[in-house]
């Protein structure tokens, strides 16, 4: 069983570009949760998507990003117009349907650089 | 929403010596407490977790205690080696809504 991938591992965007940032979950999984590491800092939550649905994006900033779990295929976290303050490692987490409160999994990440 | 405040920031210790990082949470509604550890350039790695109906779980070096009275957690590793150090994260996850919040992190370093 495949642990969550993300990918890119790496990106390298000038100011101005867009970001797109892919998530797998693990299989069997069907809750994706995204979150921002800037350096030297701690994980910030970002978003909570089920398939097809945005469940929380309190964590997400109202402008340039936005994030989708579709039917098939992976997560995407979207980045439009990046900033250098955009800078930061992205790793999204997974778990399985809910039955009391799961533990989350987490993918390598992406770091993201903007130029 | 759920606040988590985790401290020392930082933690340096003797090799063989024990640690204890400690976090609060202000969500009453949360019920599960992960700790997970980062390695330099590493994804987070879950190490123990603990639910709110139990107070305290143990796995080798390895404890976490759970005051729900007093919305506090600890994490207390003995024994420290040095490929203990890394930066540890506690975390809360309301029953509400099963978002996870992490506290800023401890920087543990284990010195041989």
């Known amino acids: 069983n495949a642990g969550v991938m993300q990918n890119p591992r790496h990106l390298v965007r000038r100011r101005g570009q867009e970001a797109r940032l892919r998530c797998s979950p693990m299989k069997g999984h069907s809750h994706v949760y995204w979150y921002r590491q800037l350096p030297e800092e701690g994980l910030k939550f970002m978003v909570y998507?089920?398939?097809?649905?945005?469940?929380?994006e309190s964590g997400m900033p109202k402008e340039r990003f936005s994030a989708e779990f579709p039917k098939e295929g992976p997560s995407i976290l979207r980045i439009q117009q990046v900033v250098r303050g955009d800078s930061a490692a992205y790793f999204c987490?997974?778990?399985?349907?809910?039955?009391?409160?799961?533990?989350?999994?987490f993918g390598p990440g992406t770091r993201l650089t903007v130029l | 929403g759920e606040n988590v405040e985790q401290h020392p920031s930082t933690l340096s210790v003797q090799e063989g010596d024990s640690a204890v990082i400690k976090c609060t949470y202000s969500?009453?509604?949360?019920?599960?407490f992960p700790w997970y550890k980062q390695e330099l350039g590493k994804r987070p790695q879950l190490i123990i977790d603990i639910r709110s109906n139990v107070g305290e779980k143990k796995d080798q070096r390895i404890a976490v205690t759970l005051n729900k009275t007093a919305k506090h957690f600890s994490l207390h590793i003995t024994e420290t080696q040095p490929e203990d150090s890394a930066v540890y994260f506690c975390?809360?996850?309301?029953?509400?809504?099963?978002?996870?919040?992490f506290g800023a992190g401890t920087r543990l370093t284990v010195k041989p």
């Open positions: 987490a997974s778990s399985p349907p809910l039955r009391l409160v799961n533990e989350q999994f």
């Open positions: 969500d009453s509604a949360s019920n599960y």
């Open positions: 998507l089920q398939k097809e649905n945005i469940i929380d």
């Open positions: 975390a809360a996850v309301s029953s509400n809504n099963n978002d996870m919040r």
